[in-house]
Nanobody, 133 residues
Framework: QVQLTESGGGTVQAGGSLRLSCSAS????????????VGWFRQRQNNKKREGVA?????????RYPSSADGRFTISRDGAKFAISLQMDNLTPEDTGTYYC?????????????????????WGQGSPVTVSS
């Protein structure tokens, strides 16, 4: 059973920073654990759509960001092989929402996966992020 545990959400003023963390348990028990893609999606206020924020390939450390990314968010490994962090800098009120850690197997991370939340079988519980103006 794969479980994703998130931490680090909260409230910050515009221009501030937050760091989200996600640790995954149970992945190493899977036969295809060598090729897991983990990352973050978010659901912003008043928007039902879940949008990809960043992906990290646990096999080779490759990262993927959406074409709209402006360099304020950085995904990285956080110690253990299946632990990742999302550093968010210069936050704006438009970044307010719930951030979900996601994971799935199937080879390396690809950019198209940022557009397809249904691709990811495993989801964290969601971390609320509020940016005040």
């Amino acid at each position: 059973q794969v479980q994703l545990t998130e931490s680090g959400g909260g409230t910050v003023q515009a221009g501030g920073s937050l760091r989200l963390s996600c640790s995954a348990s149970g992945i190493s028990d899977l036969s295809d654990h060598d090729h897991f893609c983990v990352g973050w999606f978010r659901q912003r206020q008043n928007n039902k759509k879940r949008e990809g924020v960043a992906l990290f390939d646990t096999g080779d450390g490759d990262t993927r960001y959406p074409s709209s990314a402006d360099g304020r968010f950085t995904i990285s490994r956080d110690g253990a092989k299946f632990a990742i962090s999302l550093q968010m800098d210069n936050l704006t009120p438009e970044d307010t929402g719930t951030y979900y850690c996601v994971a799935d197997s199937g080879g390396h991370c690809h950019g198209w996966q940022l557009l397809d939340p249904s691709h990811f079988r495993f989801w964290g519980q969601g971390s609320p992020v509020t940016v005040s103006s």
